[in-house]
């Protein structure tokens, strides 16, 4: 009895993976175009691609629309700080996360609607940020706020918020209270663009209420990061039971 055969994209995938690890493919590289790799190891192109799947999957390789295949950059974990919500890029010293945030005026429809407890239609007001590490994406944030809420002028200017928004956190004044709920699942094909991922990789996702003393929303945030670099921590402040204090 004889042990299965390698597939050929298997031999493939090996052999640029030993090409990576040797450093004969530097980071931030381009590999050949795939009709070339595919001469070159003389298959198909499926074949190839096929190959190249197996190292994106693997977070050795990186495939940019309109670009090629490139050699992905070693990428630093970020970490997200529960219970008011932080994304914290500057775990090292060097090579802090650049965050592009864009601002417009929605208005909300569908899990919006209940996430923030207001009738459909109501205006808000919509940042979409995106975390880069150079040209490679870390996280992705859709923070809503009701219009009413925001100030004068707000939509548009991206320095707006400042560092708030550069780092996912709560914006506005500080709440009384924040609910996060965390899933691990499959990234929806915005996301997928956006992060540069693949289908097959998941993504942390945390959708995060924040109220204020009377009980009102006055934010929903939903957040998205590739599940293969960032901890979500979060930290568990001990409650003294008012029972046991009393008599």
Partial sequence: MTGSVPSRHHDIADDLRRQIA???????????????LADRYKVSTV??????????VEGL????????????????????????????????????????????????????TTLLNVPAGSPLAEFSCLSLEEASPHGLARIYIPCDLAPVG???????????????????PAPAAVRETVCARPPTPDEATAL????????LAITRTATDSAGRVIEAALLA???????????????????????
């Fill in 22 to 36: 040797t450093g004969r493919l530097q980071p931030g590289e381009r590999l050949r175009s795939e009709a070339d």
């Fill in 47 to 56: 074949t190839l691609r096929r190959a190249l799947s197996v190292l994106q």
């Fill in 61 to 112: 390789v990186e495939k940019i629309h309109g670009k090629g295949n490139f050699v992905r950059l070693p990428l630093r974990k970020i970490m997200y700080v529960g219970g008011w919500g932080t994304l914290d890029p500057w775990t090292a010293a060097e090579a802090a996360l650049r965050v592009t945030v864009r601002t417009t005026t929605v208005q909300a429809h569908g899990q919006l």
């Fill in 154 to 172: 707000v939509l548009g200017e991206e320095s707006a918020y400042g560092e708030a928004a550069t780092r996912f956190a709560v914006l506005g």
């Fill in 196 to 203: 540069r991922i693949g289908s097959t990789v998941p993504v």
């Fill in 225 to 247: 990061f590739p599940g293969d670099r960032i901890d979500a921590v979060f930290t568990t402040h001990h409650v003294i039971d008012e029972r046991q204090t009393q008599g």
